[in-house]
């Protein structure tokens, strides 16, 4: 077993399901989506970015835009979150920050997508 390929694996799969958590609920109920787990949605996400700088292949850029792709409507979402708190009504305010944090989780599936594809795809 290698274990960069496991602690690799493990970041995409875990940037993917933290996603999830946070975009899970009504998308205009403030309570259903907790600012902590967008945090941790994002710092994983970008340790998983950090992650696919090392593959040189063509599917390693691809893994990599959808990464980045990621990266950046969660933290789009975020400074949304911090700039417009207090300043516009939260249930408004909730809707735009779980449909950026959808975009992210369809950037995040394909890139597990990928990931399953290239893992049957390798011969032993």
Known sequence: MNLEKVVFGFFIVLAMTLNFGFFLGDIDNPSHHHVYELYAAIIVSL???????GDRTHLG???LSTSLAAD???ITAAI???ALEGRMEMQSL????????GGALMANFISVILL???TISQRR
């Open 47 to 53: 340790i998983a970015t950090v992650l696919k700088f």
């Open 61 to 63: 850029a691809i893994l």
């Open 72 to 74: 950046l409507q969660l």
């Open 80 to 82: 949304l979150w911090a």
């Open 94 to 101: 909730t809707v735009y920050i779980v449909s950026l944090s």
């Open 116 to 118: 399953i594809a290239e």
